[in-house]
């Protein structure tokens, strides 16, 4: 395929046989919309019972707007380290203790999970797979990212030309 072919396919694809929903790609997760991928994270922690004084743990890389949706329900941030391969920096044994941990797929690569589920059966903690910029992305195992913990944060408008859109799924 040339250049130009290849271009057209991914700018101009062609147009779908039948009307197209986030739902079809994500079932049998419940999916909620929302403007933002910060409002659906607050939605996330929210749902969880999330409040006041109850630590939530975030990878020292991350945006601030993250970290603004547990502050806003007066959640407390804590922080693992992250290693230059974007890994977690330290064992999940090391870690702080905390009501729920974000685990973020950095540029749409799947992050391991493997150590958050370790802390979160050791903790009682939720798991939260921040997916920001991972929207049809998938892991080894050929599972969507976003739908591998108890709950995967969209946000849409990073992937796809909108002014705003984000996602909450929770899978079953």
Known sequence: MDEK??????YCPPEAGKPWRLEDLLAPAQVRYYGL???AMTAA???????????VLFPALICGEAV?????LGCEPRYYP?????????AESEWPEAKAVVA????????????????ASRNRALV???NA???????????????????GIFSLRKTIALANGAALAVPP
Do not use: C, K, W
């Not at 072919?5 to 991914?10: E, M, P, Y």
């Not at 922690?45 to 004084?53: D, H």
């Not at 290693?83 to 330290?90: D, F, I, Q, R, T």
């Open 5 to 10: 072919a290849l271009l057209a396919s991914v």
């Open 37 to 39: 991928g910060r409002a």
């Open 45 to 55: 922690f929210r749902s969880a019972g999330l409040g006041r004084g109850d630590a």
């Open 68 to 72: 603004e949706a547990a502050t806003v």
């Open 82 to 90: 992250v290693a230059p391969n974007m890994e977690p920096g330290s």
């Open 104 to 119: 973020v797929n950095y540029f749409g690569f799947p992050q391991d999970l493997a150590p958050f589920l370790r802390y």
């Open 128 to 130: 939260i797979e921040d």
């Open 133 to 151: 910029h991972g929207l049809f992305s998938r892991a080894p195992d050929g599972a969507l990212l976003g739908l591998r913990a108890d709950a």
